[in-house]
């Protein structure tokens, strides 16, 4: 989730790209850089301040040398490499000339960089991203214009890329490409602009275009043109963009938080994203601890608070089944003051989105006390928690405005099964086809929740009829106990009403007792082995007046009888679902608070990130 900035023909491209990227810094900020060009120069400039990052590139670039009227600029969130300044975008070639930007993953990058170092280049940087520019350089070298020097150089890589490159040798053009990663086209009166998000240029473009995948565009003087990467011309798609600054910075959603539910599937992508090598291993290149040491974990201890929390409660179940090991799941806040045994293999896993809970960093702290190896799972690069973990796993799931966490809980789950199953691996406790299957499976769960939030009209009927509604219960086993949990924190978060998530099997066990007419029980239905015991505890709640809504798989007919309402979802194996099943949970919190007339993005008496114990 990086941030892209371009301009062509502006006698303020320095100013146009730093306001860019100024509004373009919720998308990655542990480094920033901006890349001027004019006939034989190329002026680069690049800062790494973490979320200070885009106000220090303005102090750097404080007295610029002036006749720049062309220009590209980057914020970065970073995967490969540390955020450093020296691994900040743009990148050069080994003329200096060639500069290139890049938002993505180019998965075959090592090899790539080990073909161009034998062949000459130098290496400044530690990035999968810099590869792109020594490319650029062969093909302009062999005599091609920097379009066609482009197109070569993305007939080789693999992965996904929205890139921009530059020459001081063709100093009036921008040539950008995408696969996967977004990038938008702005034109107005002789200036052409590039940009990864509409509000990087909303207010200075008049028309504006949307490439698509392994389309390559050329922005110079006389306008755009764009090809495919035959060559072939193609015509890129109009966008019609009616809205302000701060409806375009909420994506055209209403609110934040609503924008980043629909923003899961890119969250799962970007996370899953170049974990796999050519050879079936899982690989996490930020995670610098070996395998040995990996292959050595004897026990498993996750701490996370709230939201995490839950996903680490997943978690557990997934290393428990596929890596063998024992695993506990511990509230952050409850962690250090349990005397907690730490014995000789224990590996602890710290889970936060921010990477600032001061719970979980204080955990962590103290579990590194008495010995044990401490990884992170965060969102945030360079966040207090990965400073003190030994190593980290980032999720990629892009900024999260909204108080009430979304993608970060389905990109959470995706990193630590992925995780669970590198373990697996190394423990040789999965044979190499399950843990093939699993992967493809888990990679696949992008689509699955794009499929499931096009049912969202189906659960705004559901909760128009819940509406009056004011005690809810979310039940579920196995894996989707920790989905209960989840639905009823985002309902009592941003609805204000009482809820509660216990395992199905306590239900009888105290509070079926506060079950009456009225009280509505929300129940996971996706584990097709555990859907008897389930069927049974709702029949209990069924006949003592509950109103019971089940989420249940698209070939599941036999919940009708008990369910009052039934939520659909695609079928997925039981340890993966969660990040499917949660979907209809946060759509029907989210439709209940807007019919309660809720913030959603800022519930009451909640901060985003919880930095006091």
């Not at 350089?137 to 992965?159: H, K, M, N, Q, Y």
């Not at 969102?379 to 966490?405: K, M, P």
């Not at 920790?482 to 924190?489: F, I, S, V």
């Not at 395992?503 to 929300?522: F, S």
Request: aromatic share 4%; glycine share 8%; hydrophobic share 45%.
């Amino acid at each position: 989730m990086c941030g892209i900035i371009g301009v062509v023909g502006a006698d303020d491209a320095l100013d146009t790209l730093l306001e860019g990227l100024a509004r373009l810094e919720y998308r990655g900020y542990d480094s920033a850089g901006v890349a001027l060009v004019r006939p034989g120069e190329t002026w680069r400039v690049r800062t790494a301040a973490g979320t200070e990052s885009v106000a220090a590139l303005r102090d750097a670039c404080d007295g610029a040398p002036p006749g720049f009227r062309s220009g590209i600029g980057h914020t970065r969130w970073a995967t490969h490499g540390a955020p450093e300044a020296v691994n900040a975008h743009p990148h050069l070639d080994c003329t200096g000339r060639v500069a290139i930007i890049h938002n993505g993953i180019i998965e075959n990058h090592v090899e790539l960089r080990a073909e161009l170092e034998a062949r000459g280049h130098v290496f400044t940087s530690v990035t999968d991203s810099e590869v792109l520019a020594h490319l650029v350089e062969e093909s302009r070298r062999d005599g091609l214009e920097l379009t066609d020097a482009v197109r070569t150089a993305l007939r080789v890589v693999r992965g996904a890329f929205a890139l921009a490159a530059v020459d001081a040798a063709e100093p009036d053009v921008i040539v950008a490409a995408r696969r996967l990663s977004p990038l938008i086209v702005g034109t107005a009166r002789g200036t052409t602009y590039l940009a990864s998000d509409v509000p990087a240029i909303l207010d200075r473009a008049t028309n504006f275009f949307a490439l698509s995948d392994d389309e390559v565009v050329r922005l110079g003087p006389e306008g755009v043109r764009a090809v495919d990467l035959d060559g072939a011309p193609v015509r890129l798609r109009s966008l019609a963009i009616d809205w302000d600054l701060e409806t375009a910075e909420k994506g055209g959603y209403d609110d934040f938080l609503s924008k980043e539910i629909h923003e899961q599937p890119d969250a799962l992508r970007a996370t899953l994203l170049g974990r796999r090598r050519g050879d079936g291993q899982i690989a996490f290149d930020e995670l610098r601890v070996s395998d040995e040491e990996l292959a050595g974990v004897r026990r498993v201890v996750l701490v996370a608070a709230g939201t995490s929390h839950h996903a680490a409660l997943v978690a557990k179940y997934a290393l428990e089944r596929w890596a063998r090991l024992p695993v506990e799941v511990d509230i952050s806040s409850e962690y250090r003051y349990r005397d907690p045994v730490v014995e000789i293999g224990t590996l602890v896993i710290g889970v936060s989105q921010s990477g600032e809970t001061i719970d979980t960093i204080q955990a962590v702290r103290e579990a590194r006390r008495r010995g044990a190896r401490v990884v992170a799972v965060t969102n945030i690069v360079d966040s207090s928690l990965a400073r003190e973990a030994d190593a980290v796993v980032y999720t990629r799931a892009g900024l999260e405005v909204s108080v009430a966490s979304t993608k970060s809980f389905v990109a959470q789950v995706a990193a630590l099964e992925l995780l669970a199953l590198r373990l697996a691996q190394l423990r040789g406790t999965l044979a190499s086809l399950d843990v093939e299957n699993l992967v493809r499976a888990l990679e696949a769960t992008g689509p699955l929740v794009a499929a499931a939030l096009e049912r969202a009209g189906e659960v705004e009927r559901v909760a128009a009829a819940l509406a009056g509604s004011r005690d809810f219960f979310f039940l579920g086993r196995a894996a989707g106990f920790p989905t209960a949990l989840e639905g009823a924190l985002k309902l009592k978060e941003i609805t204000y009403l009482h809820a509660e998530g216990y395992p199905a099997g306590e239900l009888k066990h105290g509070p079926l007792a506060l079950i009456e007419p009225g009280v509505v029980v929300v129940a996971i239905a996706t584990d097709p082995d555990l859907e008897e015991k389930l069927l049974s505890n709702l029949a209990e709640v069924k006949a003592r007046g509950a109103t019971v809504v089940v989420v249940a798989t698209d070939d599941d007919e036999s919940v009708a009888a008990l369910a009052d309402y039934v939520l659909r979802v695609p079928a997925l194996e039981p340890l993966l679902s969660p990040v499917v099943d949660v979907v209809p949970l946060q759509l029907l919190a989210y439709s209940l608070a807007r019919l309660l007339g809720r913030n959603v993005d800022r519930p009451r008496n909640l901060a985003k990130t919880v930095t006091v114990e």
